[in-house]
């Protein structure tokens, strides 16, 4: 064990992160936990903010924020965060892991925000200015950051100024967050932008689709869709040089992909997609005949019939997902229904529920929303309050430790949404909470020692979104 641990250690090969999956998974336990959390839509007129919560069981100040660092600016949607290089840099001793990267969903700002100086709270280092993303690459909308071999930063955009979803595609910022371009060669961009994976011993890149921002930021609404405003499509890349290979057509089971992730093993060419609206886990892998990619139905998440809800049947909204460092199990969350789940994937063709926990959602004891089961009768879920406090909206992002065994949970999915779905979110706040996880035989059970109640900050209720650790997590990582 101490082997590993030694070995697994940045000291030895100089450069940020870890050398493999499994390294990581012994690397040191999470004592800091960095969480965006938005006043955007809530009718507040703070700046969003990054939260640092103290997730050390021993410290005086365990399961609370400790430090808020507000964006200079209103109304920015800060959303997902990455890191300027993690172990895709692990062989390079002039990197160093100092920066998250934090895009603006509406803004189009892009912070970077440096951690090292004092981690418990970070400062400001600067931030791109949107007119010069749109200026320079027409880019608008910027999501997902990952952090590149090259010491590049790729960040990508899901459309152009106007929210129209043919603009988008991806921004690349050299490694003092100046803007380089777009990555994609021109004519390759895809159809809808969201989420994005590498795997470079396969030389592919897979990016999702969400839809037009100029839909998706007013509300969801199922006209947009029919109307063909919401993807349903994954695109293939050659990588580094972005030409698009493939497109892959979820069709009616696979709409909005939106979270993308390969297993963390950097030889294998398998990995899953969750469909938020079609409640669908995908599983796609190339096929070794033909070299193509190809993709079928992993999990599936029954809708539910409902009554006194908007429509008669509610999908489970699969919302986020990740993998463990050693691609053994998988976890989910069900925005609407309200369940984070477990899957073992040690075969990724035959997935396994192992375990399941109810953390909210919209058919909570007391709700007027009813399900109703196969021979008529109705029920609905019992969510327990923890520390006193009941849990608001539904499970949303997740982040998991490096050992696997502790599963941090967010509420808010953005502003809008959370508006229209969870009306009481943005009013009363949200909430932070971690899932105990057994390892070993699977299952899923809330820690009742920690909670963070978003309800209770300094200047009024906020939404908690996206998750990071100082050293790097399941989510950010890429191994090369």
């Given at each position: 064990?101490?082997?590993?641990?030694?070995?697994?250690?940045?000291?030895?090969?100089?450069?940020?992160?870890?050398?493999?999956?499994?390294?990581?998974?012994?690397?040191?336990?999470?004592?800091?936990?960095?969480?965006?959390?938005?006043?955007?839509?809530?009718?507040?007129?703070?700046?969003?903010?990054?939260?640092?919560?103290?997730?050390?069981?021993?410290?005086?100040?365990?399961?609370?924020?400790?430090?808020?660092?507000?964006?200079?600016?209103?109304?920015?949607?800060?959303?997902?965060?990455?890191?300027?290089?993690?172990?895709?840099?692990?062989?390079?001793?002039?990197?160093?892991?100092?920066?998250?990267?934090?895009?603006?969903?509406?803004?189009?700002?892009?912070?970077?925000?440096?951690?090292?100086?004092?981690?418990?709270?970070?400062?400001?280092?600067?931030?791109?200015d949107p007119k010069e993303i749109a200026d320079k690459t027409g880019l608008a909308y910027p999501h997902t950051a990952h952090c590149l071999a090259s010491g590049d930063i790729m960040v990508s955009c899901l459309g152009d100024t106007d929210g129209n979803a043919e603009g988008n595609g991806f921004l690349l910022l050299d490694d003092d967050f100046n803007v380089k371009g777009r990555w994609e060669k021109p004519g390759n961009s895809p159809l809808y932008g969201y989420d994005f994976w590498y795997q470079p011993r396969h030389k592919t890149m897979i990016s999702t689709s969400w839809g037009a921002?100029?839909?998706?930021?007013?509300?969801?609404?199922?006209?947009?869709?029919?109307?063909?405003?919401?993807?349903?499509?994954?695109?293939?890349?050659?990588?580094?040089?972005?030409?698009?290979?493939?497109?892959?057509?979820?069709?009616?089971?696979?709409?909005?992909?939106?979270?993308?992730r390969f297993l963390h093993d950097p030889d294998k060419d398998v990995g899953f997609v969750g469909c938020a609206l079609s409640s669908n886990m995908v599983r796609f892998y190339r096929n070794e005949e033909s070299g193509k990619w190809e993709h079928e139905l992993a999990v599936s998440?029954?809708?539910?019939?409902?009554?006194?809800?908007?429509?008669?049947?509610?999908?489970?909204?699969?919302?986020?997902?990740?993998?463990?460092?050693?691609?053994?199990?998988?976890?989910?969350?069900?925005?609407l229904h309200g369940d984070i789940r477990q899957y073992n994937i040690e075969d990724p063709t035959k997935p396994r529920l192992t375990g399941q926990v109810w953390v909210g959602g919209l058919i909570v004891k007391g709700s007027p929303v009813v399900a109703e089961a196969g021979d008529g009768t109705t029920f609905q879920y019992d969510v327990p309050q923890v520390q006193g406090h009941d849990l608001r909206g539904g499970p949303q992002m997740i982040q998991l430790s490096l050992d696997g065994k502790r599963l941090y949970v967010t509420n808010s999915l953005f502003s809008t949404w959370d508006r229209q779905f969870y009306p009481?979110?943005?009013?009363?706040?949200?909430?932070?909470?971690?899932?105990?996880?057994?390892?070993?035989?699977?299952?899923?059970a809330i820690n009742p020692d920690f909670f963070v109640d978003f309800g209770s900050e300094p200047d009024g209720p906020s939404l908690p979104h996206e998750m990071r650790y100082p050293g790097g997590d399941c989510t950010s990582d890429i191994w090369i």
């Open positions: 064990e101490m082997a590993t641990a030694e070995s697994g250690c940045c000291r030895n090969s100089g450069g940020p992160g870890y050398a493999s999956p499994l390294d990581a998974m012994s690397g040191p336990r999470e004592t800091l936990i960095y969480v965006t959390c938005v006043y955007t839509g809530s009718g507040r007129q703070n700046p969003d903010y990054l939260a640092t919560v103290d997730v050390d069981p021993s410290s005086p100040t365990y399961s609370e924020v400790i430090h808020r660092l507000p964006m200079p600016q209103l109304n920015d949607e800060l959303h997902h965060s990455g890191w300027n290089s993690c172990s895709s840099c692990y062989g390079n001793a002039f990197a160093e892991r100092r920066y998250l990267v934090l895009p603006s969903l509406v803004s189009s700002r892009i912070y970077a925000v440096d951690t090292q100086k004092n981690p418990r709270a970070p400062i400001l280092y600067k931030y791109v921002p100029s839909a998706f930021t007013k509300g969801f609404s199922l006209d947009d869709v029919s109307s063909g405003l919401y993807g349903r499509h994954l695109h293939v890349y050659s990588w580094p040089d972005g030409e698009l290979k493939q497109t892959l057509d979820l069709g009616a089971a696979g709409l909005l992909p939106l979270e993308i998440v029954k809708s539910l019939r409902v009554r006194n809800w908007i429509l008669p049947e509610m999908p489970g909204l699969i919302t986020d997902f990740l993998i463990s460092l050693d691609d053994r199990f998988i976890y989910f969350s069900n925005w009481q979110l943005p009013e009363k706040g949200g909430h932070m909470l971690q899932i105990d996880v057994d390892t070993l035989e699977g299952g899923l």
